[in-house]
């Protein structure tokens, strides 16, 4: 007959510290004293907040910290012996964060971040340094927030090889790309809305321009295909350039748009690692993720395609994938930090636009007067470039109009080619506009 477990056979505490006490911070905090019981049914091992880390001490961030050590410097916590784990919410990719982080795995302690610029540009390097020393360097909360799509490529797909991922991976573009849709208004107005609501930063530009993305589809590119992390290698193109004009077209052909990240294999083996703004059926899967909403779609090849979507940002679904690290580091479930060892990541092999094919939207405001269109129709014939459809709005005499067409498959690097030659005709009085088209496995 087994005897009942003692206090002292049970395990000691996970013991923590919170560094960085923002939204995020603080929403940790709350989930770690509300769910205090809960939580402990389901590890069997309390996690216990020990220390607590931020800039200034004096700020009522609405929940109790008197029970924490306070720590002025958040270096302090990597030297405390009674830690084993720091949650790294502070944020940026070098200085602080990135100081911390590094001090922490030297000295053998997981670390828990949310941190998607530092592991975008750091990644590579503190994977191996966590796996040397011994700690976890555990990121859920780092992608898409509350989709657990960390944990799903690298635990529940581990037995697939994926050929591709497609992400709507930044909740502000999505929301300004869906309200320009619905109410019709311009990129700059919708996006003064977006920051009076909160959701864009006053400094927008690493959403608008991709960056955030980036950083994401970084990751998730590296988890994926078991390749190293190379941020410098993702081709970005963010979303100031999306005119009202160019999702109403999109819409009337069936399409809407959308900043797309793209990780996904091509014929000639290369790999596609793109942020851009594409279009994407109107029914489909992809094409009904609207407002701030997250979403990603994976195609592995024994477990067929799938589809996440949730809330990629704000305290909440952040914190929450923050805890849920916290649970698994506390029960002792340590992963590779990128699916495989570190030591096996490899160097990947990426597509140059040569290699990048499909069918394209390209949008060209020209004169309206005849020959224009023979003229352009001869640079696409000449670059080989074939159109399913094409659309000229309005009867405008010697001013300008729209012109829009939908190409057959073609080649990324023969319609760059064309659309430079385009450009240069008198009567194209504007930069042709021009988004691939995307379209996700059966989805
Ligand atoms: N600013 C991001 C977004 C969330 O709008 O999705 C944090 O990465």
Same mark, same amino acid.
């Given at each position: 007959m087994s005897s009942p477990v003692t206090a002292a056979e049970k395990d000691p505490p996970y013991k923590i510290a919170v560094a960085g006490l923002g939204t995020v911070g603080c929403g940790v905090v709350e989930i770690l004293q509300k769910h205090e019981g809960l939580l402990a049914r389901r590890t069997d091992r309390p996690i216990e907040i020990v220390a607590v880390s931020a800039r200034?001490?004096? #700020? &009522?961030? !609405?929940? &109790?910290?008197?029970a924490y050590k306070w720590m002025d410097d958040p270096q302090a916590l990597t030297a405390? $012996? &009674?830690? &084993?784990?720091v949650v790294e919410l502070i944020g940026g990719s070098e200085g602080v964060a990135y100081d911390l982080v590094k001090a922490a795995l030297n000295a053998g302690k997981d670390v828990v971040t949310a941190n998607k610029a530092l592991l975008a540009h750091h990644g590579d390097e503190l994977a191996r340094l966590a796996e040397d020393k011994g700690g976890a360097l555990a990121y859920e909360a780092a992608v898409a927030g509350g989709i657990p799509i960390i944990k799903t490529l690298r635990e !529940?797909?581990?037995a697939n090889r994926i050929s591709g991922l497609h992400g709507i991976l930044n909740g502000t573009c999505n929301y300004i790309l869906t309200e320009m849709r619905e109410s019709g208004r311009s990129f700059d107005a919708v996006l003064k809305d977006a920051q009076d609501l909160g959701y864009a930063e006053a400094d927008p530009t690493f959403d608008i321009d991709g960056i955030d993305a980036a950083h994401k589809l970084a990751i998730l590119t590296a988890l994926a295909f078991g390749v190293r992390i190379d941020f410098e290698r993702v081709r970005v193109s963010g979303i100031r350039h999306v005119s009202d004009v160019d999702i109403a077209f999109a819409e009337e052909f069936g399409y809407r748009i959308k900043l797309l990240g793209v990780a996904r294999q091509l014929e000639d083996g290369t790999l596609l690692q793109s942020v851009e703004p594409c279009l994407v059926p109107r029914h489909s899967a992809v094409g009904a993720i609207d407002g701030a909403f997250n979403a990603v779609f994976t195609e592995g090849d024994f477990v067929g395609p799938g589809a996440m979507v949730g809330l990629g940002a704000g305290r909440g679904p952040t914190a929450s994938a923050v805890v849920a690290d916290l649970v698994d580091l506390c029960m !002792?479930? #340590?992963? $590779?930090v990128f699916s495989v060892p570190a030591k096996n990541l490899t160097p990947a092999d990426y597509a140059d636009s040569a290699a990048v094919s499909g069918h394209f939207y390209l949008r060209l405001s020209v004169l309206d007067k005849p020959g224009v269109i023979a003229d352009v129709s001869a640079i696409l014939r000449d670059c080989r470039i074939s159109i399913e459809a094409l659309m000229q709005r309005g009867r405008d005499p010697g001013q300008q109009v729209p012109v829009v067409m939908i190409t057959h498959d073609a080649r990324q690097a023969d319609l760059a080619r064309a659309c430079e030659q385009m450009a240069a005709l008198s009567t194209v009085l504007e930069p042709p506009r021009l988004f691939r088209i995307e379209k996700i496995a059966s989805l």
């Amino acid at each position: 007959m087994s005897s009942p477990v003692t206090a002292a056979e049970k395990d000691p505490p996970y013991k923590i510290a919170v560094a960085g006490l923002g939204t995020v911070g603080c929403g940790v905090v709350e989930i770690l004293q509300k769910h205090e019981g809960l939580l402990a049914r389901r590890t069997d091992r309390p996690i216990e907040i020990v220390a607590v880390s931020a800039r200034s001490k004096g #700020k &009522d961030r !609405g929940v &109790d910290l008197s029970a924490y050590k306070w720590m002025d410097d958040p270096q302090a916590l990597t030297a405390d $012996p &009674d830690i &084993d784990c720091v949650v790294e919410l502070i944020g940026g990719s070098e200085g602080v964060a990135y100081d911390l982080v590094k001090a922490a795995l030297n000295a053998g302690k997981d670390v828990v971040t949310a941190n998607k610029a530092l592991l975008a540009h750091h990644g590579d390097e503190l994977a191996r340094l966590a796996e040397d020393k011994g700690g976890a360097l555990a990121y859920e909360a780092a992608v898409a927030g509350g989709i657990p799509i960390i944990k799903t490529l690298r635990e !529940g797909f581990a037995a697939n090889r994926i050929s591709g991922l497609h992400g709507i991976l930044n909740g502000t573009c999505n929301y300004i790309l869906t309200e320009m849709r619905e109410s019709g208004r311009s990129f700059d107005a919708v996006l003064k809305d977006a920051q009076d609501l909160g959701y864009a930063e006053a400094d927008p530009t690493f959403d608008i321009d991709g960056i955030d993305a980036a950083h994401k589809l970084a990751i998730l590119t590296a988890l994926a295909f078991g390749v190293r992390i190379d941020f410098e290698r993702v081709r970005v193109s963010g979303i100031r350039h999306v005119s009202d004009v160019d999702i109403a077209f999109a819409e009337e052909f069936g399409y809407r748009i959308k900043l797309l990240g793209v990780a996904r294999q091509l014929e000639d083996g290369t790999l596609l690692q793109s942020v851009e703004p594409c279009l994407v059926p109107r029914h489909s899967a992809v094409g009904a993720i609207d407002g701030a909403f997250n979403a990603v779609f994976t195609e592995g090849d024994f477990v067929g395609p799938g589809a996440m979507v949730g809330l990629g940002a704000g305290r909440g679904p952040t914190a929450s994938a923050v805890v849920a690290d916290l649970v698994d580091l506390c029960m !002792g479930q #340590k992963r $590779p930090v990128f699916s495989v060892p570190a030591k096996n990541l490899t160097p990947a092999d990426y597509a140059d636009s040569a290699a990048v094919s499909g069918h394209f939207y390209l949008r060209l405001s020209v004169l309206d007067k005849p020959g224009v269109i023979a003229d352009v129709s001869a640079i696409l014939r000449d670059c080989r470039i074939s159109i399913e459809a094409l659309m000229q709005r309005g009867r405008d005499p010697g001013q300008q109009v729209p012109v829009v067409m939908i190409t057959h498959d073609a080649r990324q690097a023969d319609l760059a080619r064309a659309c430079e030659q385009m450009a240069a005709l008198s009567t194209v009085l504007e930069p042709p506009r021009l988004f691939r088209i995307e379209k996700i496995a059966s989805l």
